[in-house]
């Protein structure tokens, strides 16, 4: 057990190393906020790789890829039916193809699609007033994939574990949960899919693999060979987290506007912005 004492000394450890931070990021032009809220949510991810607590996060961006391939199948003319979702962390869209063009566009939406989510929520993750209704639109749009393309029980399953614990966290869970839930998500989406990547490239360079994946559905179309596919894919989505990041961190600029005040309207606080500097000047 700790006492007051105990814990009003944590506290005070832990702002001034956010104040340090503070400083030390602010004269680069980046957000110190940010950067510490991605490196202590890299910190658990590490930590909890390999365990089952980050099962929902893996269902949810394999569902992100899958809607994906879904929703380019449909924009191109193809359609698409059912998605079913593994509890290996693996999935499958059935998707309809036109053309070529419509061949690149669907199996490349795959993993560039998930990373281009992870970057947005990444940017996200910076807003205080759109965190909380990040994780209703999360599970709003669960909700719908489940209603237009979910079939099997075992999907639907899964579906719904990831959907409840989104709207959960959106209903009751305290503004720093909200924070780190947002923030590993993203994270996740762009890691994941990298890495999905890397191991697709890895795949595609063994003499003896005779599966099929993304990269050798796209090579019986172009006649492109699968590795060519994994590579560009895997340096366009490396570059494209690249530059989400590089926006990310960088500390918002105050706009030209008329002041307000650090604080104006009813908005909700951002958990890790520096309130205590703002209160100290009423």
């Given at each position: 057990m700790f006492d007051s004492r105990e814990r009003g000394m944590g506290r005070f450890f832990t702002g001034l190393a956010r104040n340090r931070i503070n400083r030390a990021t602010a004269a680069r032009g980046l957000d110190g906020e940010f950067i510490l809220g991605m490196v202590l949510a890299i910190v658990v991810v590490v930590l909890l790789w390999w365990t089952p607590f980050l099962f929902p996060f893996r269902i949810f961006t394999t569902a992100a890829h899958e809607v994906s391939h879904s929703l380019s199948s449909i924009i191109m003319g193809g359609g698409a039916g059912d998605?079913?979702?593994?509890?290996?962390?693996?999935?499958?869209?059935?998707?309809?193809?036109?053309?070529?063009?419509?061949?690149?566009?669907?199996?490349?939406?795959?993993?560039?699609?998930?990373?281009?989510?992870?970057?947005?929520?990444?940017?996200?993750?910076?807003?205080?007033?759109?965190?909380?209704?990040?994780?209703?639109?999360?599970?709003?749009?669960?909700?719908?994939?489940?209603?237009?393309?979910?079939?099997?029980?075992?999907?639907?399953?899964?579906?719904?574990?990831?959907?409840?614990?989104a709207g959960l966290a959106a209903y009751r869970a305290p503004n720093i949960i909200v924070t780190f839930i947002i923030n590993v998500l993203a994270l996740l989406s762009c890691l994941y899919s990298l890495m999905d990547l890397f191991f697709l490239i890895i795949s595609n360079t063994n003499p003896f693999h005779t599966g099929f994946n993304d990269a050798v559905g796209l090579a019986t179309y172009t006649g492109i060979p699968a590795i060519i596919w994994a590579v560009a894919w895997g340096l366009v989505g490396a570059f494209m987290m690249f530059m989400f990041l590089k926006r990310a961190v960088l500390k918002a600029q105050p706009s030209n506007g008329p002041a307000t005040g650090p604080y104006s309207g009813p908005k909700e606080p951002n958990t890790f912005d520096r309130y205590d500097e703002y209160l100290s000047k009423k």
């Open positions: 998605i079913k979702l593994f509890w290996n962390g693996g999935g499958v869209a059935q998707v309809g193809i036109t053309g070529t063009l419509g061949a690149i566009v669907v199996y490349s939406a795959g993993y560039l699609g998930s990373v281009i989510f992870g970057g947005m929520l990444l940017l996200e993750s910076k807003k205080a007033t759109t965190r909380r209704r990040v994780l209703w639109a999360i599970t709003g749009g669960l909700i719908l994939v489940t209603a237009f393309f979910i079939r099997d029980v075992s999907s639907l399953i899964m579906v719904a574990i990831v959907a409840g614990l």
